[in-house]
């Protein structure tokens, strides 16, 4: 079956522009997530949906930062006036998310690396 | 904070021998520790979780990995190595309670022929 999916692949922004990453993850998986993964680093965490509601988004590193999941459904990671710092992979990832708390394995998509010239 | 730490960059071994990937772990109440490996222009692949029960969780092509609470580590192995077992290899932990996986640097693992 389809597996999470994200776009574009790539991504390159001049500095101060600003870039949306888009997520649709697993048919029916109430959770997702997003990381970043720096090159050479593990994924660290940024935010996290249960269906519509951003549960937890302790993990965006600045106000420029912003995700939204409106329908429960596809979420997309906007990143307003793009900086050298935040060039990364972004990871999307879902899980089934029916057990509470969420200790269901988390599906990963391919990532959409960003780079800020 | 959860946190995990994979000491070794890399880890070579010759095919057909033992494969060790070691892992430690930090959390604030119980930890929910996985596995997972990421080949080159891939997503992150699921290979094994312990949530409790038997230390000794088997997974995904031939992995299995002990859960070891004295020693808070979590160390990933396979009995026989294949050279498609080379990939970068990533150990997480979520504390009870909290959705966020905390993701080791990861391991590279190169199996030699």
Same mark, same amino acid.
């Given at each position: 079956?389809?597996?999470?999916?994200?776009?574009?692949?790539?991504?390159?922004?001049?500095?101060?522009?600003?870039?949306?990453?888009?997520?649709?993850?697993?048919?029916?998986?109430?959770?997702?997530?997003?990381?970043?993964?720096?090159?050479?680093?593990?994924?660290?965490?940024?935010?996290?949906?249960?269906?519509?509601?951003?549960?937890?988004?302790?993990?965006?590193?600045?106000?420029?930062?912003?995700?939204?999941?409106?329908?429960?459904?596809?979420?997309?990671?906007?990143?307003?006036?793009?900086?050298?710092?935040?060039?990364?992979?972004?990871?999307?990832?879902?899980?089934?998310?029916?057990?509470?708390?969420?200790?269901?394995?988390?599906?990963?998509?391919?990532?959409?690396?960003?780079?800020?010239? | 904070?959860?946190?995990?730490?994979?000491?070794?960059?890399?880890?070579?071994?010759?095919?057909?021998?033992?494969?060790?990937?070691?892992?430690?772990?930090?959390?604030?109440?119980?930890?929910?520790?996985?596995?997972?490996?990421?080949?080159?222009?891939?997503? #992150?692949? $699921?290979?094994?979780?312990?949530?409790? &029960?038997? %230390?000794?969780?088997?997974?995904?092509? !031939?992995?299995?990995?002990?859960?070891?609470?004295?020693?808070?580590?979590?160390?990933?192995?396979?009995?026989?190595?294949?050279?498609?077992?080379?990939? #970068?290899? $990533?150990?997480?932990?979520?504390?009870? &309670?909290? %959705?966020?996986?905390?993701?080791?640097? !990861?391991?590279?693992?190169?199996?030699?022929?």
């Amino acid at each position: 079956g389809a597996g999470v999916s994200q776009s574009p692949r790539y991504k390159v922004a001049k500095r101060g522009q600003d870039v949306a990453l888009r997520c649709d993850p697993i048919s029916g998986h109430v959770s997702l997530f997003w990381y970043q993964q720096a090159l050479g680093q593990g994924p660290e965490f940024l935010t996290y949906f249960q269906n519509e509601a951003q549960l937890d988004k302790s993990g965006l590193p600045s106000d420029r930062f912003f995700a939204e999941r409106p329908e429960g459904s596809v979420s997309t990671l906007k990143i307003q006036r793009t900086q050298q710092e935040d060039s990364a992979v972004y990871l999307c990832a879902s899980s089934i998310g029916r057990l509470a708390p969420d200790i269901n394995e988390q599906f990963f998509g391919p990532g959409t690396r960003l780079t800020v010239l | 904070a959860q946190s995990v730490a994979q000491p070794e960059d890399q880890v070579n071994v010759a095919e057909g021998n033992p494969l060790t990937v070691k892992c430690t772990y930090s959390v604030s109440g119980n930890p929910y520790l996985f596995w997972y490996v990421q080949y080159p222009n891939r997503g #992150l692949q $699921f290979l094994l979780k312990y949530i409790t &029960g038997d %230390n000794l969780v088997k997974g995904s092509y !031939g992995f299995e990995a002990e859960f070891n609470k004295s020693q808070t580590s979590f160390h990933l192995k396979k009995p026989s190595a294949l050279v498609s077992d080379s990939a #970068l290899y $990533f150990c997480a932990v979520s504390d009870y &309670g909290n %959705n966020r996986l905390a993701f080791g640097k !990861g391991n590279q693992v190169v199996v030699i022929p």
